[in-house]
């Protein structure tokens, strides 16, 4: 009976501890929750584009679903636009910007008009999300 207590008053605590978590996640930014899957990139740019014809700050990269097949892919999109090496390396800045494009849903030409140093960065973003897997 003891136990049973305790396990009632355990269970109430976590309850009122994930209430608590929920209340102030809905005060702060949503950060927090985008932390939950680890194949989605979130990247603020600092000077919005338009992407599929809406104005954003901020991209985000859903690699969820990303398979080899997606990879072989890019590599002959990559052949047949004239780049002999294809997908020959995760230093290849084009590789980089397909799977970009890929993760957010846009054309490649979007991302290409995104300013220098923001460009630079989703494509940083990129590469090392696949390093570090």
Request: net charge negative; hydrophobic share 40%.
């Amino acid at each position: 009976m003891k136990n049973e207590k305790h396990g009632k008053q355990e269970l109430q605590a976590n309850q009122e501890v994930q209430n608590q978590e929920g209340t102030e996640a809905q005060g702060k930014n949503v950060i927090n929750l985008k932390v939950k899957n680890p194949n989605i990139i979130y990247v603020t740019i600092k000077n919005p584009i338009e992407i599929n014809g809406e104005m954003t700050n901020e991209l985000v990269m859903d690699f969820t679903n990303l398979t080899g097949k997606d990879i072989m892919k890019l590599d002959a999109e990559l052949r047949m636009d004239g780049r002999p090496g294809g997908f020959d390396s995760i230093y290849n800045q084009d590789a980089m910007l397909l799977l970009a494009a890929r993760g957010i849903g846009c054309v490649p030409d979007d991302l290409e008009e995104l300013h220098g140093a923001d460009f630079f960065e989703v494509l940083m973003q990129v590469r090392n999300f696949f390093i570090q897997w």
